[in-house]
């Protein structure tokens, strides 16, 4: 593995020249600063972007009105439905879709029975997230507004920590932050496999072109 990055910064998002990041510095004891930056894996260079590149990337081209309605845009989970539209989770359940332009339209709380929930990967009319407390992910009507299916948890124990999720294909790649690994979910016979293990806890796996990243606990690296 290459070590690309520390573990310095607020948020990391895909893009098609390697990952958007947020850092924070504190200016006193209660204002903030935000700053915005790209990491090109081709060159191994850092760039400053601007917060609306970084917005529009994260939330689609109605960002300016989605993050009007939000207010707090760095630390929830978003994704774009197939339609468009966008979803926006935030850690402690509050859940809200925005149509492409960026008005919502729906809000409710997503929580599963009574834990927390976190990510998105969008499935079609569904999407799943992880469900750390429970070592569960769940799939998420985007029709019903219901959670229809859940893998693991209860008596079975599949996952241990899971923290977030990415589709690639019909292939759910799950992280797991106790158990430092990544593991595999068919979305054809819900059959989970072991895929990467780690000495420290795991945050986000995702591809750029033929390669592998993974967010540890130390930084970003490239597998």
């Not at 607020?10 to 990041?21: C, K």
């Amino acid at each position: 593995m290459e070590k690309l990055l520390d573990l310095q910064f607020l948020e990391i998002l895909p893009t098609t020249a390697g990952f958007l990041f947020v850092r924070r510095e504190m200016l006193d004891e209660v204002h903030i600063r935000l700053s915005f930056h790209e990491y090109l894996i081709k060159t191994r260079e850092i760039l400053p972007v601007r917060r609306n590149v970084y917005l529009r990337r994260k939330f689609g081209p109605g960002y300016e009105q989605i993050v009007r309605s939000l207010g707090d845009y760095v630390s929830c989970d978003t994704a774009r439905l197939s339609n468009g539209n966008a979803v926006v989770l935030y850690p402690g359940g509050e859940l809200g879709f925005f149509s492409r332009e960026g008005y919502p339209f729906w809000r409710g709380e997503l929580t599963y029975h009574g834990s927390g929930v976190s990510d998105l990967a969008v499935d079609g009319d569904y999407f799943w997230s992880t469900v750390p407390e429970q070592d569960a992910v769940i799939r998420f009507s985007t029709a019903t507004k219901k959670v229809v299916l859940r893998v693991s948890g209860g008596a079975s124990r599949a996952f241990d920590g899971p923290c977030a999720v990415v589709r690639y294909g019909r292939v759910l790649y799950v992280c797991n932050e106790r158990s430092c690994n990544i593991c595999t979910l068919s979305l054809d016979r819900y059959a989970v496999r072991d895929y990467q293990h780690f000495h420290e806890p795991v945050y986000k796996f995702f591809r750029w072109q033929k390669e592998e990243l993974v967010v540890l606990s130390s930084g970003v690296y490239l597998l």
